[in-house]
């Protein structure tokens, strides 16, 4: 059994409009404080909690508008559904499967050979009344028509208590007590485990025949009969009715039921050889040892042949990193995995933690954030499996989960934009973690797939990709790349594709079959070019000019990255030599990346400064150099000398997030 969908509305931050959230076997929520994540938690625990107060709706579970007033308000409904699939059936055989027949009253078979399924609704009515709390009606009912189709009264079905035991979820709130589930008291998880061991008929009497001479061995102990004299003497000064006026030791339990409630789990060795109890252990070790309890209550109940066993066990579990040191961390996942490839298990977890979800693979990963006071549920949008982009996207964002957390996200090329771009944006009073801003690399590759997985999540963006002008698949093959990547995602509109044709002064609409030729443009229609990056600039995308960031960071900044390098490259002095023009043409052919590069759109200035982009670059790790040069370089000389296509990316940083107003037009 599995909970495959969950539809809710009007429940806590959830709206009116209904919100249809998936859920796998695991299920991780992410999002920033106040997303909603609790609330998600709350609607299955009012569906599938094991208590009475799990189950029972307050007057705070009901949605209220924002700009709504409570007091004029006289009811509000709210829905929670859960729709439960049977994947087991793809992989037993009908006779195998013993979740099926407890529902085979129940279950929606929309047409012949399809899989059948569950609707499980709760329904509430909050009506005003006469105290502030008001009255509230509930009801947990079978929904037997197909989604779509209309329903009638007769289509609910009242869920029987009996039901009710085969789901049950256990909740781990972020604020918990490990200690308080792992002793024998009824409802916690030790309790379950010993309430699920069938013990022997005649145990009782066993443990009586047994106990009874230790107890009389105490009570013969002179001390102990002088003690229980002395005691009911004094007691029946004070208490005169026969009933209760015999009182007397008990040193040992006599029943199954007595000793299970002194019952306790002890940890072994020690360093001083004694056993010690679980209050002894740290809060992280508590709740380490909480979900190996869970993983074992689920082992033992899903080898029992009791007929009142759940059929589903639902573990949510919040901000499991709680009291965790960070290198447990993989630890956390791989146990909660493994419980949740359980038969009789699923697993929500919520996190706000990124060394857990860069452990989830993206398919498992719900994007909960607030759009107009209520909560908004996204699944991760990734490339279709059969695509190459598929692994690059999903590898992709799990190296860099900070930016499901983001506020605006900047992808760049590689390593260099991770160092410089911090660098500058602090320069001008904007910090990384003040605005929730992450600089995420991505090579160049398969942007259009971040875009839209930015775009599912509503996370703004902006990037920043190398024009690699001269280089094979650079300056036109980059326009037209990126051009294409917009039309993916359906932005490459025909204002974008409008030029003003000079010296004609006449407007041409490019179609995107006219694009497809771009790449066969000449590198020096430089005018034509720079009319392209001014246009793909107001789309949020820039590129570093005219090769890369760190050539453009090389011209702005020449002697502080020079000054990196002990000893420079080996540059002959004489520039009629011909050493010299053999070196800067072997330099020119490296940056270039071509055996036939001659650089006919580069100064010379340019052309002698690839000498050093080689050694400084190419010849070692590029972070390392520019953290050496960076380092140097003041606040107000790197505002001033930046690269312009850098200096205009970090204005449009600051509209983004709100320090400046929007002058893209300008």
């Given at each position: 059994?599995?909970?495959?969908?969950?539809?809710?509305n009007?429940f806590?931050?959830?709206?009116y409009?209904?919100?249809?959230?998936e859920?796998t076997?695991l299920?991780?929520?992410?999002?920033?404080n106040?997303s909603?994540?609790?609330s998600l938690?709350?609607?299955?625990?009012?569906?599938?909690?094991q208590?009475?107060?799990?189950?029972?709706?307050v007057?705070?579970d009901?949605?209220?508008?924002?700009?709504?007033?409570i007091s004029k308000i006289?009811?509000i409904?709210?829905?929670i559904?859960?729709?439960?699939?049977f994947p087991?059936?793809m992989?037993?055989?009908?006779?195998?499967?013993?979740?099926?027949?407890?529902?085979?009253?129940?279950?929606?078979?929309?047409e012949?050979?399809?899989?059948p399924?569950l609707?499980?609704?709760?329904?509430?009515?909050?009506v005003?009344?006469?105290?502030?709390?008001g009255?509230?009606?509930?009801?947990?009912?079978?929904?037997?028509?197909?989604?779509?189709?209309?329903e009638?009264?007769?289509?609910l079905?009242?869920?029987?208590?009996?039901?009710?035991?085969?789901?049950?979820?256990?909740y781990i709130?972020a604020?918990?007590?490990?200690?308080?589930?792992?002793?024998?008291?009824?409802?916690t998880l030790?309790?379950?485990?010993?309430?699920?061991?069938?013990?022997?008929?005649?145990?009782n009497?066993?443990?009586?025949?047994?106990?009874t001479?230790?107890?009389?061995?105490?009570?013969?102990i002179?001390?102990?009969?002088?003690?229980?004299?002395?005691?009911?003497?004094?007691w029946?000064k004070y208490h005169?009715?026969k009933?209760y006026?015999?009182?007397?030791?008990?040193f040992?339990?006599?029943?199954?039921e007595?000793?299970?409630?002194?019952?306790?789990i002890?940890?072994?060795?020690?360093?001083?050889?004694?056993?010690?109890k679980i209050?002894?252990?740290?809060?992280?070790l508590?709740?380490l040892?909480?979900?190996?309890l869970v993983?074992?209550?689920l082992?033992?109940?899903n080898?029992?042949?009791?007929?009142d066993k759940?059929?589903?066990n639902?573990?949510?579990?919040e901000?499991?990193?709680?009291?965790?040191?960070?290198?447990?961390?993989?630890r956390?996942?791989?146990?909660?995995?493994?419980?949740?490839n359980k038969?009789?298990a699923q697993?929500i977890l919520s996190?706000?933690?990124?060394s857990i979800?860069g452990k989830?693979?993206p398919?498992?990963?719900?994007h909960?954030?607030i759009?107009?006071?209520?909560?908004?549920?996204?699944?991760?949008?990734?490339?279709?499996?059969?695509?190459?982009?598929?692994?690059?996207?999903?590898?992709a964002?799990?190296?860099?989960?900070?930016?499901?957390?983001?506020?605006?996200?900047?992808?760049?090329?590689?390593?260099?934009e991770?160092?410089?771009?911090?660098?500058?944006?602090?320069?001008?009073?904007i910090?990384?973690d003040?605005?929730?801003?992450?600089?995420v690399?991505?090579?160049?590759?398969?942007?259009?797939?971040?875009?839209k997985?930015l775009?599912?999540?509503?996370?703004p963006?902006?990037t920043?990709?190398?024009?690699d002008?001269?280089?094979g698949?650079?300056?036109?093959?980059?326009?037209?790349?990126?051009l294409?990547?917009?039309d993916?995602?359906?932005?490459?509109?025909?204002?974008?594709?409008?030029?003003?044709?000079?010296p004609?002064?006449?407007t041409?609409?490019?179609?995107?079959?006219d694009?497809?030729?771009?790449?066969?443009?000449?590198s020096?229609?430089?005018?034509?070019?720079?009319?392209?990056?001014?246009?793909?600039?107001?789309?949020?995308?820039?590129?570093?000019y005219?090769?890369?960031?760190?050539f453009?960071?090389?011209?702005?900044?020449?002697?502080?990255?020079q000054?990196?390098?002990?000893?420079?490259?080996?540059?002959?002095?004489?520039?009629?030599?011909p050493?010299?023009d053999?070196?800067l043409?072997?330099?020119?052919?490296?940056?270039?990346?071509?055996?036939k590069?001659?650089a006919?759109?580069?100064s010379?200035?340019?052309?002698?400064l690839?000498?050093?982009y080689?050694?400084?670059?190419?010849?070692?790790?590029?972070?390392g150099?520019?953290?050496?040069?960076l380092?140097?370089i003041?606040?107000t000389?790197i505002?001033?000398?930046a690269p312009?296509?850098l200096?205009r990316?970090?204005?449009?940083?600051k509209?983004?997030?709100?320090?400046?107003?929007?002058?893209?037009?300008?």
């Amino acid at each position: 059994m599995l909970i495959s969908e969950l539809h809710i509305n009007n429940f806590r931050s959830f709206g009116y409009k209904s919100q249809m959230i998936e859920t796998t076997n695991l299920t991780a929520l992410i999002g920033a404080n106040s997303s909603g994540k609790t609330s998600l938690i709350m609607a299955l625990l009012r569906l599938f909690g094991q208590k009475n107060t799990d189950r029972t709706l307050v007057k705070t579970d009901f949605h209220i508008p924002e700009s709504a007033d409570i007091s004029k308000i006289k009811e509000i409904d709210l829905m929670i559904e859960a729709k439960i699939t049977f994947p087991e059936l793809m992989s037993q055989s009908p006779a195998d499967v013993k979740t099926v027949p407890e529902y085979i009253k129940h279950l929606i078979i929309e047409e012949t050979g399809a899989d059948p399924y569950l609707r499980i609704r709760l329904k509430g009515k909050w009506v005003q009344g006469s105290t502030p709390e008001g009255n509230i009606e509930q009801e947990l009912v079978y929904v037997k028509v197909p989604y779509g189709h209309e329903e009638k009264e007769e289509d609910l079905t009242r869920v029987q208590i009996h039901h009710q035991k085969l789901i049950q979820m256990m909740y781990i709130p972020a604020m918990r007590d490990p200690a308080k589930q792992l002793k024998n008291a009824s409802g916690t998880l030790l309790w379950r485990i010993f309430d699920g061991i069938d013990w022997p008929k005649d145990l009782n009497d066993d443990i009586k025949s047994l106990t009874t001479p230790i107890e009389t061995l105490f009570k013969e102990i002179p001390s102990i009969k002088e003690m229980q004299g002395i005691l009911n003497t004094q007691w029946n000064k004070y208490h005169k009715d026969k009933r209760y006026s015999n009182s007397q030791f008990k040193f040992n339990g006599n029943s199954l039921e007595e000793f299970l409630k002194n019952a306790e789990i002890l940890f072994n060795p020690t360093v001083d050889g004694n056993s010690v109890k679980i209050d002894s252990l740290g809060d992280g070790l508590k709740s380490l040892f909480y979900i190996t309890l869970v993983s074992t209550l689920l082992e033992i109940e899903n080898k029992q042949e009791k007929d009142d066993k759940p059929l589903l066990n639902i573990l949510a579990i919040e901000e499991p990193e709680n009291h965790i040191s960070q290198h447990l961390l993989g630890r956390i996942v791989r146990n909660l995995k493994e419980i949740s490839n359980k038969d009789n298990a699923q697993v929500i977890l919520s996190s706000h933690n990124s060394s857990i979800i860069g452990k989830i693979d993206p398919e498992y990963i719900r994007h909960l954030q607030i759009k107009n006071s209520e909560s908004i549920v996204n699944n991760i949008t990734l490339p279709e499996k059969a695509d190459d982009a598929h692994t690059y996207i999903k590898e992709a964002v799990k190296a860099y989960p900070d930016l499901y957390f983001s506020k605006l996200v900047i992808l760049g090329e590689g390593d260099s934009e991770e160092i410089v771009l911090p660098k500058l944006l602090s320069a001008d009073n904007i910090y990384l973690d003040d605005f929730n801003i992450s600089v995420v690399p991505l090579g160049g590759r398969y942007v259009n797939h971040m875009w839209k997985l930015l775009n599912d999540l509503s996370i703004p963006y902006v990037t920043l990709l190398d024009l690699d002008r001269e280089r094979g698949g650079g300056d036109w093959g980059r326009i037209k790349y990126v051009l294409k990547q917009l039309d993916e995602n359906n932005r490459c509109s025909e204002q974008l594709r409008t030029v003003v044709l000079t010296p004609s002064n006449k407007t041409r609409i490019y179609s995107m079959e006219d694009i497809e030729d771009f790449h066969k443009r000449e590198s020096d229609r430089l005018k034509s070019l720079d009319t392209w990056i001014k246009k793909l600039e107001k789309e949020d995308v820039f590129f570093s000019y005219p090769l890369d960031l760190d050539f453009s960071m090389l011209k702005s900044f020449q002697q502080e990255y020079q000054n990196t390098m002990t000893r420079g490259p080996r540059i002959p002095q004489d520039v009629d030599l011909p050493e010299y023009d053999e070196k800067l043409q072997t330099s020119i052919q490296a940056t270039l990346k071509n055996k036939k590069a001659i650089a006919k759109t580069y100064s010379g200035e340019e052309k002698e400064l690839m000498i050093w982009y080689n050694s400084l670059f190419l010849g070692r790790g590029k972070p390392g150099t520019h953290i050496a040069a960076l380092k140097d370089i003041g606040d107000t000389e790197i505002l001033k000398h930046a690269p312009e296509e850098l200096l205009r990316l970090v204005k449009r940083v600051k509209e983004k997030v709100g320090l400046v107003g929007d002058n893209t037009d300008e």
